[in-house]
C-alpha cells in the first residue's frame, strides 16, 4: 500500500513527530513510546484506588534524590539498586496489599453471577453406562480426588433431598394422629421423583408431663414421634433413562426435637440383632440411635418397618425393571442412614444396590459392625467436612485411621480387638470418605463457629467448590450463595456481606424464594433450621 496515495504528506509528517521513542529509567537499553508509559501509569492508579492528591500536598512531596555515591563505580546495577531504594515502594506495598483484597474475587460479576442463581447444576450428564460405578460399586475408587464432575452433582442432588425434609418438617413439627395415614407434602428439589411414604422415629424415652404444662405451644419439642423423612422414587422416563435405572430415595432429616437430643447422649453401645451366625453377633451400635430406629409410636410404626414395607411395596411395584436404592441423611438422618442401609440389604431376595450418601454424620457403632456392614456389601460414601466436630463423636478412642493402621503395623491387631471387645465408647466409622475442609472456601471465615461446619448448606457449598485436595476452590462453582448467606451471615468475610449488601440481585432472590415458599403454603409457621 502506497502512504502518500491515501494520506496527505504534510499530515504524516505531523504526526511522526509523536512517536519518538523515549530511554526508560530503569533499563536505559529498552526505549519506551511515551503512549505506553502513561498507560502503565493508568493501570497503576486504577490499581492502588488512591484519589490524586491536591496541588499543594505535590508541590510539598521531596524529590526523589539519587546521592552521588563517592564509591561509585558507575555499575549499572548500583544505579537500578539506587533509584529502587528512592522510589521507596515499601511505603506503598501495604496500600495495594489492601487494595487487592478490597477487589476480591477477581472479578465482582462473579459474585453478582452466584448471588443471582436458584438452581443451577453441574453438567447433567448421561449416566446409564456407569451408574454403578457412582452408586458405590466399586466404593468410588478413582472419583474422589480429584472429585469427577457428575459424582459431584450426584452429591449435591442428594443432599437437597435431605434439605427438602428440613424445610418440611419446619414448616409443620407437630404430628397428628390423622397426618400419620397419609404422606406429608415435600416441595422436593427434583421434580422428577414422588413422595409415596411419610417416615417418623419415635423416642424410647419421654419428659415429664410438667413440660407440656409449661409450655403447650413447644408441644412438637417434647413429643415423642416427630416426622424425620420419606420415601420418594423417580416417575420420569426421561430422568429413568438418563440414570439408567429407577431410583428409590430414602432422605432423612438430622436432630430437631428435645428427645432426638435426649436420645443422641446415649452413647453406649449395644447389641444389634444377628442376622446370620459368626463374627456379627459382636457388631453393636449407639443405644440412642437404635432405640430412635426400632422403637414403635402410639399412631405409627417404627422406623425400620416403615423403611422395609415400602421398599418392599415399591420393589414389586415394578418388578422386572433396574431398581436403585439411595438412603441419605445429615447428622442424626446419617446416621440412621447406616441403620437403614444395613436393614434393607436383607429384607428381600434379589435386592438392588444399595448405597449411601452420608452428611456430617457421627460414628455409629464399632468395627463389628463395620464390618457388618462391609459382608453385607452396603456402599457407603461419607462427606465429612474437617472442622465439623460432630463427626468425631461418640467414641474416646479412635478406632479407624492412621492410629489403626500404625497399631496393625506393629502387630498390636489382638491389642486393637480387645480394645473393641472391653471398651464402651470403641467406635469406628464406616465406608469411604470424601474430606473437605471450610478453610478451602474463599467466602467463609477460616475460623467459622461449630454450627457453620456442621451446617448442611455449609457441606453442600463446600462440595460445590471441590476439586481436589490438593487444589484451591474451583473458580466455576454453581451453587448459589443466597442460602448461605442467609443461614450463615455470620460466618461469612465481612468483604463478601459487604458486596452482597451492594448488589440488589441477593434482595430479588430473597422475594423470590419466599414467594416460592408461600405458594408452597410452608412460610405460616416456618422454623430455621437448627442445623
Known sequence: MLVGSTLPANLFQARRASFRNYTSALNPQRELHPLSTRLHLANLDKLLQTPPLPQTQLDSQPDIQIDKDPNDSGSLENKRRRLMEGLNLSRLWTQVKGAAEDMSPRHLNRLQRLLSKTGEYSPRNNLSTRWREYHGSNNWAGLLDPLDENLRREVVRYGEFIQ???????????????????????????????????????????????????????????????WVGYVAVCDDKREIARMGRRDIV???????????????????????????????????????????????????????????EEVRRLMEQYKGETLSITVTGHSLGAALALLVGDELKTCAENMPSVAVFSFGGPRVGNRGFTKRMDDKNVKVLRIVNSQDVITRVPGIFVGEGVLEEKLKNAKAGGFIDMIDRNMPLAYSHVGTELRVDTKMSPYLKPNADVACCHDLEAYLHLVDGFLASNCPFRENAKRSLVRLLRDQGSNVKKLYISKANNLTSLNLEREFSQKNLEREGLMATCLPSPS
Open 164 to 226: 427438602a425434609a428440613y424445610h418440611s418438617f419446619h414448616s409443620n413439627p407437630a404430628m397428628s394422629a390423622e397426618e400419620a395415614q397419609v404422606p406429608r407434602q415435600v416441595a422436593l428439589p427434583d421434580r422428577s421423583y414422588k413422595v409415596t411414604k411419610s417416615l417418623y422415629a419415635t423416642s424410647s424415652i419421654g419428659l415429664p408431663d410438667w413440660v407440656d404444662e409449661a409450655r403447650p405451644d413447644l408441644g412438637w419439642m417434647t413429643q415423642r414421634s416427630s
Open 250 to 308: 430414602i432422605a432423612l432429616r438430622g436432630t430437631s426435637t428435645c428427645l432426638e437430643w435426649a436420645e443422641n447422649l446415649r452413647a453406649q453401645l449395644i447389641q444389634m440383632p444377628s442376622t446370620e451366625e459368626g463374627e456379627q453377633r459382636q457388631a453393636r451400635v449407639e443405644c440412642g440411635f437404635l432405640s430412635l430406629y426400632k422403637t414403635r409410636g402410639a399412631h405409627v410404626p417404627s422406623l425400620a418397618e416403615s423403611v422395609v
